[in-house]
DNA sequence: TATGAATGAGCTTTCATTCAT
DNA sequence: AATGAATGAAAGCTCATTCAT
């Protein structure tokens, strides 16, 4: 019956837009509260179905947050061991999360408020690769540190979670206020005032006392 | 009758009981995934006994947040317009938050997990109080803008948000890794190494290119 | 602690005054409806006390009925071997509805409602007590139609129930309008009016084609 | 796969069954006492089966009594200005409510106690249309009133309520007595009886006074 | 592949009733 | 006599999941 490429293509497909209309609902009401209904009605299709790719709604979810980690291993693993800093290493990351943002603000939306907040849905198996990002980029800001790039008087894993606590927070307003990002500029814009604040913090860089 | 001085006090005593024990259940399930029968179970009543003092399940959740917010805003109001400088504005609201966490870690994490990063249990009002606190909070930077303390090349709600989220974050390393604040010192050191990071940033004070 | 005339008038006095407000209530609401805080509420008094004074719910339901049922059967009996005519004898029936309803027009409501017109709350012994009482209506009626004061084509159960029927039905409007009877006069127009049109029908006097 | 002539055939015959449990139980144990359990047990489905087809209880008491007064209203409006007597529009109405005890005598039983004898169910939409069926019935009264039919020393609002009471009580009999109408023979002397009765009255033609 | 009828565990909420005080 | 805290059965409704077609 399949006449684009494959059978297996076409079954992708749908996969892929069933997971597309997951991150939409989910992203509205939270994965609980997410009914297969909902989810089947925003695919276009019936509740029945879902069950025919998807064994269940924990596996659909699964295969939701598998795209995300899929994706943002790989952009970490391109940048590992190849000598670039630790900034830009952070760097990659940011540039993950804004890209994904750009192209799946709801994708994004879930990691952060179903995954980085919420324990509620930490299975260990989930735990287990939440944890090896963290540990992942504790590496990198360690390296930082011992590179002297870094402070070195607040522990990695401090730093780690600010940094990733700030990022979020970015992607969060972005979110909250439904704010697109337009153009590469402002793209280039945010990611650098982000990097900015983690390093350099809010402080005016010249203040009154200084004068 | 009641053992302690009125029976109003008995009241409240166990109002609080059950509010206790719905902050550790809704901090353990979430929210939704919350039962009465736990929150009974945790109180060591039964489930009806709930509904004698709670209107419903919704009216137990607004009790809580109702416990948060009252503490947060009388603290924040303490420290309004008596000339101090917004950095110890910022300082007294991560005061509270430490506190509170030493005293309620369940508190703390339901107040991050269920309002500050979820927009699923936002009714109307929820989201009034909430926006409130972000808008006492941007005030104070933009007051720290306007006395050049902090910097105003990133916009005042940005800097704010970014506070409060490297707040959470921190917070949330407790939380995760329930880890108790161990006397004083401790939490001096915390309050000070977040101020420390969010003020001058991540950035080692004496980079290597300075030699 | 009683000290109107005895410890047993006071008793009797509570009673009926819960009694008066479960009539309102159940009136209001329905009797399943109608909920024991709710009679409390209205009696002025804690819902545990009605335990005192009645056994269940069902039981002062009960005690509501026997203030119907005493008053309509010493009303019957007082006409019955008198040697006053089946007219006379309907009409007292007529008399305490209109009485009752003067005095208690929620005790009238909720024995239409809740007996005559439903068999939901008919237990054995309360559907004994109201068969009782359509018996001996019939036996008026039947006496009636022996005297051939009413018309013996229609069986005495249905000229009983049409002439039941009608007399609800009246007191019904006034229920339903909430219509209090003003004075003497209107309700000797009512009850000529009742009887009028059971014994007389509807039917023009004067029809046109007499003319 | 329908065996009959469409899927929706074979939905609409379901809605059916359901409603027929739903009306053999709410005539059984009144609306509020009518559980879901019972109905889908009665239906031979699970009880979630029903929330497949109505969307809540009252959903589907509303269809019942939907089932009700179409066709009533259906019936009046067949009569109305077709050049018909008073009394024949009345007759309809009759001829409808004896149709239906014949049909469905569930149904009858339920709009008499649920809806003309009760208050409790009234939600505002169902009095609206129970008011509408009151004010068409008074038309015709009152149009025979005009014509010199009906006696005019009684308000028409009184007649009609007589003599639907009497209509009422009429069917109560047969309900309560759960009399089956048997053959048209009866059914017409049933009908007839009740008119003879609202129009000509209880009184015996020939009574005994007269002589 | 695709549908949606069918199931039933599970949850919130209500409320009659009991009982310690 | 009087209170209201406490209990738990029961009911309405939701929704993940299964399965016949």
Same mark, same amino acid.
């Given at each position: 019956?399949?006449?684009?490429?494959?059978?297996?293509?076409?079954?992708?497909?749908?996969?892929?837009?069933i997971?597309?209309?997951?991150?939409?609902?989910?992203?509205?009401?939270?994965?609980?509260?997410?009914?297969?209904?909902?989810?089947?009605?925003?695919?276009?299709?019936?509740?029945?179905?879902?069950?025919h790719?998807?064994?269940?709604?924990?596996?659909?979810?699964?295969?939701?947050?598998?795209?995300?980690?899929?994706?943002l291993?790989?952009?970490?693993?391109?940048?590992?061991?190849?000598?670039?800093?630790?900034?830009e290493?952070?760097?990659?990351?940011?540039?993950?999360?804004?890209?994904?943002?750009?192209?799946?603000?709801?994708?994004?939306?879930?990691v952060?408020? *179903?995954?980085? @907040?919420?324990? #509620?849905n &930490?299975?260990?198996?989930? !735990?287990?690769?939440? $944890?090896?990002?963290?540990?992942? +980029?504790?590496?990198?800001?360690?390296?930082?540190?011992?590179?002297?790039?870094?402070?070195?008087?607040?522990?990695?894993?401090?730093?780690?979670f600010?940094?990733?606590g700030?990022?979020?927070?970015?992607?969060?307003?972005?979110?909250l206020?439904?704010?697109?990002?337009?153009?590469?500029? *402002?793209?280039? @814009?945010?990611? #650098?005032? &982000?990097?900015?604040?983690? !390093?350099?913090?809010? $402080?005016?860089?010249?203040p009154? +006392?200084?004068?």
């Amino acid at each position: 019956m399949a006449q684009n490429r494959s059978g297996n293509d076409v079954k992708k497909e749908k996969e892929s837009a069933i997971i597309d209309a997951a991150c939409q609902v989910i992203r509205a009401k939270g994965f609980h509260q997410a009914r297969i209904t909902d989810i089947a009605q925003a695919a276009g299709i019936s509740y029945g179905l879902v069950y025919h790719y998807f064994k269940s709604k924990a596996d659909l979810f699964d295969a939701i947050l598998k795209e995300w980690w899929t994706g943002l291993f790989s952009t970490m693993e391109q940048f590992q061991n190849r000598g670039v800093s630790p900034e830009e290493e952070l760097d990659a990351i940011v540039g993950y999360f804004l890209d994904q943002y750009e192209k799946r603000p709801d994708l994004v939306h879930i990691v952060i408020t *179903e995954i980085s @907040r919420s324990s #509620v849905n &930490l299975t260990p198996d989930r !735990l287990a690769v939440f $944890k090896d990002f963290i540990g992942r +980029t504790e590496k990198i800001v360690a390296r930082g540190q011992g590179a002297r790039v870094f402070r070195s008087d607040i522990r990695a894993r401090y730093l780690t979670f600010i940094f990733l606590g700030a990022l979020e927070s970015f992607v969060s307003i972005l979110v909250l206020e439904g704010r697109p990002i337009k153009g590469r500029g *402002e793209r280039q @814009r945010i990611a #650098v005032a &982000l990097q900015e604040v983690f !390093l350099n913090g809010a $402080k005016a860089v010249d203040p009154p +006392t200084r004068q």
